[in-house]
RNA sequence: CGGGGUGUAGCGUAGCCUGGUAUCGCGCCACAUUUGGGAUGUGGAGGUCGUAGGUUCGAAUCCUGCCACCCCGACCA
């Protein structure tokens, strides 16, 4: 394939577009909106299914997988949520297809759905109405349960994993006998998130909660984390929300208490999903491609063996190779031996940049002879020549030390491009012109939060967590506010 | 759904204005020489020109409809 190479700083759409297609993580498919994730994307995102699902199960969360087609009748019982998801669902209306006279295969008329069958957009509601089922008991409770799947949001635009028709997300549905308890597990989540993002992706993000304009449908409270992309923009990274009762009286789910009374639980649903690849890629990634933290790599180090001419010599350099790679597998790396004989090792190199690998070790004859590797990182693009004694162990501290790297470095740029602003015009300015979050006074009202978002298309990415109480005026209004938000231009 | 653009081999493209059955590069296959940063040479295979109509002796090229994708809006994890 030949290697088209778009610069980040020329155009970032195609600079994003073009990378996710050359490093093989995925594709457009040939249905409107929906994308093929390609196998080396999907193993990226096999890594982050296995660092969440353990985190889910440390914190008490079991797995378990509820139907994709939902009653439209579940789907509308809860007035809000329906409000905010009616105009993006796909429907199913017939089961069955026929062949016409005219040899075409058309819907069979006659096999109309009594009611009809929503695509889950998410779970919510399917999954309240079985629960209704599941809990008799304070016994019964707390609920912890999570769901791996794939929903549908019928959007107009679409971009390959930020936002597709069809995504596969993780989401988590709990129930509790305590609004306390069920406020609890939404933070608790929250912070299994922020974790995941910063010491697995090695994203840095804003904890905070959503406004109301901003709210999940259907929650009292959404909290969120917030990363920021290489050019200036938020992006959403996963939410975590307090559902109050809302669901448990849409379907009627009461538990006994200890005291016999009759009580509505408390729910919180939480999730995130393949965007995550999105902002992993628009976080590190340079114009050589992908670079991918250790702790999520599906292949952490490559062993380029570099084997000239003669027969023997090749034997000595692939035997010293793969003598290595054992050696790192026994820490508990994973390595890839690169032997094809058909590519050049120049070819190998550039390759496994662009797919983001985080150590490459060049072994040729040269080395072999004096007991030597190179070694070169992604992350700096350093090269250094290594003597072999005790490599497995300096292999592991150099990949603790790229995860360390990349993090510090994406926070570096994410603190950089938090802009304080005290006015409209400071507000603006560095919206137009510095790019990133913009921490600005707000009166709290809805109404000003639409008028800032209709005149600079920048949101309320969130209320920071543990925010500094500050007195202050808001930067539309002049009312006065008690602490700053922060506003950012989103994907 | 509005505005703009694109669609030609696995990928990237030329040709389109001015109609005559498709150009080049990469990749692929074979052989040889190569191998410490995207190898070279020689030979070869690969195309319903997005799709359906129309105009024409003749359409990748002109006209119309449709579809898909990209960018900008509205919408959004």
């Known amino acids: 394939m ?81 409000d905010g998801f009616a105009k993006e669902c796909a429907v199913v209306t017939h089961y069955r297809l026929k062949t016409a006279e005219n040899g075409e295969i058309v819907v069979d008329e006659t096999a109309k759905l009594e009611e009809e069958l929503i695509v889950r957009p998410t779970s919510e509601t399917i999954i309240w109405n079985t629960y209704r089922d599941w809990i008799k008991s304070h016994r019964d409770l707390p609920l912890l349960i999570n769901q791996w799947a794939n929903v549908v949001r019928w959007e107009m635009r679409t971009r390959l994993f930020l936002r597709t028709t069809e995504f596969l997300w993780q989401e988590g549905h709990t129930a509790h006998a305590t609004a306390e308890e069920a406020i609890a597990e939404t933070k608790q989540m929250l912070e299994v998130y922020a974790d995941f993002a910063e010491n697995i992706l090695a994203v840095p993000v804003m904890k905070g909660m959503k406004t109301a304009n901003e709210r999940f449908a259907g929650a009292l409270d959404t909290y969120c984390i917030e990363g920021l992309m290489q050019d200036g923009k938020a992006l959403q990274m996963g939410t975590s929300h307090f559902l109050g009762q809302n669901f448990a009286k849409a379907f009627d789910v009461k538990f006994a208490t200890k005291e016999n009374t009759q009580e509505y639980v408390w729910a919180t649903s939480w999730g995130v999903s393949t965007r995550l690849m999105g902002a992993l890629i628009m976080c590190h990634s ?196 008690t602490q700053r938000v922060l506003f950012a231009k989103a994907y």
Not at 40 to 61: N, P, S, V
Not at 333 to 354: N, Q, Y
């Open 2 to 82: 030949e290697i088209k190479k778009v610069k980040r700083s020329e155009d970032y759409s195609a600079w994003y577009n073009n990378l996710v297609k050359q490093a093989d993580l995925a594709e457009h498919s040939a249905v409107k909106g929906c994308m093929v994730i390609k196998p080396y994307g999907y193993a990226i995102w096999e890594k982050m299914q296995a660092e969440l699902d353990k985190r889910f199960k440390e914190t008490g969360h079991q797995n378990a997988y509820f139907p994709l087609f939902i009653p439209k009748s579940f789907f509308s019982k809860e007035a809000s949520h329906v």
């Open 286 to 481: 340079d114009d050589e491609g992908l670079v991918l933290p250790p702790n999520l790599a599906p292949i952490q180090v490559v062993i380029v063996p570099i084997l000239g001419k003669k027969e023997e010599e090749k034997e000595q350099v692939l035997a010293k190779a793969k003598a290595i790679q054992q050696a790192l597998r026994k820490k508990g790396i994973s390595v890839k031996l690169d032997d094809r004989d058909h590519t050049s090792p120049g070819f190998k190199f550039a390759e496994h940049e662009l797919k983001g690998v985080p150590v490459r070790i060049a072994i040729g004859m040269r080395d072999v002879q004096n007991e030597t590797v190179e070694v070169a990182r992604r992350d700096t693009k350093e090269k250094q020549v290594m003597s072999m004694v005790d490599l497995e162990n300096k292999v592991e501290h150099l990949l603790t030390a790229i995860q360390q790297n990349i993090f510090q470095k994406a926070l570096d740029y994410r603190d950089e491009h938090i802009h304080a602003v005290n006015n409209w015009d400071e507000f603006t300015d560095a919206l137009e012109n510095k790019t990133g979050f913009v921490s600005a006074h707000w009166d709290g009202t809805s109404e000003t939060e639409i008028k800032i978002k209709e005149m600079t298309k920048a949101t309320i990415r969130c209320i920071p967590l543990n925010n500094p109480l500050e007195n202050g005026k808001c930067v539309l209004t002049g009312n006065p506010s």
